[in-house]
């Protein structure tokens, strides 16, 4: 048996925001206190996904690409600073719903707060403030420093 299948399980949703940056080490760092392991989520839709009934269909779209990217972001974020298990999700779908399955059975939820402006630094963000609504897990929502 996985040592980690037991393991709290820490999700954090990384979008390549300076906020989401601050959830993704936010994460590292509550998961290292408790034991636990990173999922870190980053969900893409296709331009043609949503308002169509045709079946979604996108060819410039590279999976393995995106992936390598993925990786290399994780990597440029946290360098060498990976005290625990983290594994990476790259997940087509609407980010607030890929969010809210992965956090199914998760120790918490970890998300970054979207805010350029004095007014919208007031406001959390759309996919923030969806899974701090609809979460079944604790929800923390880290700003950029």
Do not use: N
Not at 62 to 70: P, Q, S, T, Y
Request: charge should be negative; include cysteine.
């Amino acid at each position: 048996m996985d040592p980690h299948d037991s393991a709290p399980r820490v999700v954090v949703g990384v979008d390549g925001s300076p906020s989401s940056y601050a959830a993704l080490r936010w994460a590292i760092r509550h998961a290292t206190l408790i034991g636990g392991v990173v999922d870190a989520i980053a969900a893409w839709e296709p331009p043609s996904h949503i308002g169509w009934s045709a079946p979604v269909v996108d060819s410039s779209f590279d999976k393995d690409l995106a992936e390598r990217r993925f990786t290399e972001e994780l990597h440029q974020v946290l360098e060498a600073d990976r005290p625990v298990e983290v594994r990476e999700h790259l997940v087509m779908g609407d980010p607030s719903d890929v969010l809210l399955a992965a956090a199914q059975g998760a120790e918490v939820l970890v998300v970054g707060g979207h805010g350029h402006s004095s007014f919208t630094r007031a406001l959390l963000g759309s996919v923030s403030m969806r899974c701090a609504q609809h979460a079944t897990c604790p929800v923390v929502i880290v700003r950029p420093q």
